[in-house]
């Protein structure tokens, strides 16, 4: 016994705790609890992909602007390719598989609610054997 040496002393640690763990909650009790300042700060949309969100009011103000308006398919339009379609014998879901386009498609031109695209008003003029272009042209006049 007389051998060992009361002067060395060996102390063993753990690491340090990693950055996601001193970020924990249990982390910050702990710390308060040892009487050791902490600092805490929450950033604005931390953590989330809010860097392009549009506001209310911004969304509100480009609906009521008419300058940003789009052009929609007048019902006049809407109206030959309803007669055209229905004088062919077809319903809206088989005109839209013949044009390979959603019955939604069809019904949105039908209804007035589309907003005109020379592909498809094509395609359905061709199915139809009508001419929807003369009605968008004096609509848009």
Known sequence: MAESDWDTVTVLRKKGPTAAQAKSKQAILAAQRR????ETSKKWAAGQNKQHS????????DRETEE??????TLEVGKVIQRGRQ???????????????KPQV???YESGRAIPNNQVL???ERAIDAKTSHACVKALQ
């Open 122 to 124: 094509g395609k359905i």
């Open 106 to 108: 069809i019904a949105d």
């Open 87 to 101: 004088s062919k014998g077809l319903t809206q879901k088989d005109l839209a598989t013949k044009i390979n386009e």
């Open 54 to 61: 549009i506001t209310k009011n911004t969304a509100k103000l």
């Open 35 to 38: 009487g050791e300042d902490v």
């Open 68 to 73: 940003l308006h789009h052009d929609r398919v």
